[in-house]
Structures are given as C-alpha cells and as structure tokens.
C-alpha cells in the first residue's frame, strides 16, 4: 500500500476500531474513521494521527451511508480499504427477546453491512481493486444459547460476504469476512465477563494486524486459534 491509499473503518470505538484505525495510519495510509458520537470520535482520531479523519455515521441509515462515501472520497479520494466494524453484543432469553432486540441487532450488522459494502463495491468496481473486509464473531457460523438475536444479524453479514465475494473477485474486489471466536479486551467487556480469564481476552493490535496482513486475494490466518480470516467464499 502505497501512502496515497485510504481506509475507511465504520463502526469505531476504543477498542478494535481504534486498532484498526492506528494500525492504517501506521501503514501510512489516510484514515477515515466513522461512527454515531462525532464528539467522541473526533477525539479518538485526533489520539492517532494527523491523517485520521472523524466522520458521523449512523450505519444503519442508507442515506447516511452513502453520504459518508462521497464525503470520503471526495476530501481523500476512493477507499483501497473498506472495513465494516458496527456490531452489537446482545445476551437475552429467547422468552424475553423482542421484536426490536432482533431488527436492531440485524440493522447494525447484516443490513448495515449491505449499506456500507454496496457503496463500497460501487467505487471499487469502477476502479478495478480495492478490499472490503467485515467483522464478523463466533455468531456468525454458531448460534449459542441466549444470543440468537446478534446470531441472525451476523448470519446475515456472512452470507452478504460470501455472495459479494463471488460477484465482485473476477472484477478485482477482494472481500473477505473475519471471525473473531472470543471476546475481545475492552473495559466493557470485561466488567460484562468479569468471571473469565483475562487470557481469555482478544487484544484488539493483535486483530487489527491479521486484518492488515492480507496479500492480493490470500488472506493469512492470524496464529492465535481463537481468529480466522477468510476469503468468505
């Protein structure tokens, strides 16, 4: 990558989104960073770097999405990289789940995903190259006890990155969907998980590396056994 290339991470916070966004800049490329509290966010990319870029986002609206696009690449140009990191973390009975736990959890995973991969894939199939990435978890392939309602969200983003990913390879798209199997280390995640090991914590650099460690249309499997990328095919 060459320092004229940006990255655009939607869904950014403390923990992996920053890790992202850093390791990015590292690279020297600039980031666009994008997510719902500009205040916030603002600050966060000011914390990193000079070519860190704030941008209010509410992923699931389809309007804001493809806002946010033509505001990237007109003040830095086409992303080589798109990464869609929105997720939420529900744990709820399935006797107590709502209509509203579902939808919400599917908007912000699977239906967001096709907001931000389709604006992606349109810039990036006018060009010819570029990377769409998507965070997935270990609800993507595993629906575990009292987290059904973020399983069918990232369900959903799976199978929207394997179907983009057979479309769009022959077109110089590369798209690939990450599975992170753990929990990853944030304050709020270990106040919610407080009875587990800290070992047992993913540490956000670590992933945000595997992510950045992709050559052409391989993606490398990062060596700690909990994480896998994959050509999401």
Not at 117 to 137: C, E, K, P, S
Not at 191 to 207: A, G
Request: aromatic share 6%; glycine share 10%.
């Amino acid at each position: 990558m060459s320092g004229n290339e940006v990255a655009l991470i939607v869904g950014v916070g403390p923990g992996l989104g920053a890790a992202l966004a850093r390791r990015f800049s590292a690279a020297g490329l600039a980031v666009a960073v994008a997510a719902r509290d500009l205040p916030a966010l603002t600050s966060l990319a000011a914390a990193i770097g000079p070519d860190v870029h704030a941008y209010r986002c509410d992923v699931t609206d389809e309007a804001q999405v493809e806002k946010l696009f033509q505001s990237v690449q007109q003040d830095l140009g086409v992303p080589a990289v798109a990464i869609h990191n929105a997720g939420s973390y529900s744990c709820k009975s399935i006797l107590e789940s709502t209509k509203d736990d579902v939808e919400g959890c599917w908007r912000l995973t699977a239906l967001a995903g096709f907001f931000v991969g389709r604006a992606a894939a349109r810039l990036m199939v006018a060009r010819g190259d570029g990377t769409i990435l998507f965070t997935g978890a270990t609800g993507s392939i595993r629906g575990s006890a009292l987290f059904q309602n973020s399983a069918i969200g990232k369900f959903g983003l799976r199978a929207l990155a394997q179907s983009m990913a057979r479309e769009l390879q022959p077109r110089g798209v590369h798209v690939a969907h990450a599975i992170i199997d753990g929990p990853i280390n944030s304050e709020r995640l270990r106040t919610m998980l407080s009875d587990r090991s800290p070992d047992s914590f993913l540490q956000p650099d670590d992933i945000a590396e595997a992510y950045y460690q992709r050559d052409g249309y391989r993606v490398n499997v990062f060596s700690n056994p909990l994480l896998s990328m994959a050509v999401a095919v």
